[in-house]
Nanobody, 125 residues
Framework: QVQLVESGGGLVQAGGSLRLSCAAS??????????MGWFRQAPGKEREFVAT????????NYADSAKGRFTISRDNAKNTVYLQMNSLKPEDTAVYYC????????????????WGQGTQVTVSS
């Protein structure tokens, strides 16, 4: 079993920055065996892909809305994945979730069996 705990959300003005963290743990869990993803869900909308990162951190993928503003990274020694978000916009307001899956990184949320509880990001105009 894998436990994921997000942190770092909050209220920020448009143009500001936030750094989300997701700490992973589990009894027989080896973090470097897992691809990680960040997804978000705004009120009344479906959960959508934001960014993914492969096991080593050497390959990343971003939604068009995140390209050039967000950076996903991971520290396998700390069992943690990060999402640095810059130039935030009001439309980035959502609950942000991290997710984990063994093997390659994919962008479909249905491919991820493990999820955190989410952290709220609110961007004011």
């Amino acid at each position: 079993q894998v436990q994921l705990v997000e942190s770092g959300g909050g209220l920020v003005q448009a143009g500001g920055s936030l750094r989300l963290s997701c700490a992973a743990s589990g009894r027989t869990f080896t973090f470097s065996n897992y691809a990680m993803g960040w997804f978000r869900q705004a009120p009344g909308k479906e959960r959508e892909f934001v960014a993914t990162i492969n096991w080593s951190g050497g390959s990343t993928n971003y939604a068009d809305s995140a390209k050039g503003r967000f950076t996903i990274s991971r520290d396998n020694a700390k069992n943690t994945v990060y999402l640095q978000m810059n130039s935030l916009k009001p439309e980035d307001t959502a609950v942000y979730y991290c997710a984990a899956r063994r093997g390659i990184a994919l962008i479909r949320r249905d491919e991820y069996p493990y999820w955190g509880q989410g952290t709220q990001v609110t961007v004011s105009s």
